[in-house]
């Protein structure tokens, strides 16, 4: 009887890990995160020959990216550490192109950027559903994405609203997260661009043209109704 009993558990929990694996993946990060078979719908994409408005719309459409520091950890130390972490460049339609993140001291990156505030920030369509929609491969120039450098800084008290207003409407759930982790607001001090949007290889921006692109009202109505969602 114990053998039947037994084999019949292992016969349920086997039943149950082919039910996960069969399922569609969800992820419960932030606000509509949730299911990755309906990735982020997106507003038309800027023409490619404007490289500079194409790197300020890939940023302000992304809510997520990939932080690449140097590492602090005895281990590595010294090379190349990235990690996903969660961003905002403003409110929907009304981005500013800074890209700002809400951080801990407990965070490995956090701990890489006490030593050395260098980084490097990957964000990528491929989060959205232009990638998917196109049969385009995330690592495909196609798949638009676009490599941004410089320095990770603490916001000022200028900034301080305006950084909280844009992150915490896009990952509401962010509020929620324990006092206890010190949380704080950074934001990535642009020094260098590129973007990979065809063949060809990277199209190098600089910071002047990328702030100096204007979203013009009717860009602006073409996000927020593709958006709404939001």
């Known amino acids: 009887m114990a053998g039947r009993g037994h084999g019949s558990a ?5 039943s149950a890990l082919l039910s996960l694996l069969l399922s569609p993946a969800r992820s419960y ?6 299911d990755w078979e309906n990735p982020t719908p997106m507003p038309p994409l800027p023409p490619r020959e404007d490289a500079a408005r194409v790197a300020r719309f890939v940023t302000h459409v992304s809510d997520w990216g990939a932080l690449a520091t140097i590492s602090a950890l005895r ?33 490995l ?11 490097s920030l990957t964000m990528s369509l491929a989060q959205t559903d232009f990638c998917k929609k196109n049969v385009f491969d995330p690592q495909s120039p196609l798949c638009a994405h676009i490599m941004l450098s410089g320095t990770l800084t603490k916001v000022n008290e200028t900034e301080m609203d305006f950084a909280k207003h844009s992150l915490f409407i896009r990952h509401p759930e962010m509020k929620t997260w324990p006092s206890s982790h010190n949380w704080f ?17 990277p199209k190098i921006v600089t ?6 692109v204007t979203i013009q009202r009717q860009a602006q109505r073409q996000i927020l109704r593709h958006l709404q969602y939001w």
């Open 185 to 201: 607001f950074a934001k990535l001090n642009i020094t260098n661009i590129w973007v990979m949007d065809y063949f060809g290889g």
């Open 109 to 119: 990156s956090v701990r890489n950027l006490e030593e050395n505030p260098h980084a």
């Open 29 to 34: 990060g932030g606000q509509n995160h949730g």
């Open 75 to 107: 281990a590595v130390r010294g090379q190349p550490f990235a990690d996903v972490l969660s961003l905002s460049d403003g409110p929907r339609g009304a981005g500013s192109g800074v890209p700002y993140f809400f951080l801990s001291p407990l965070q």
């Open 10 to 14: 292992r016969a349920l929990l086997a």
């Open 207 to 212: 910071p002047e043209e990328y702030y100096n």
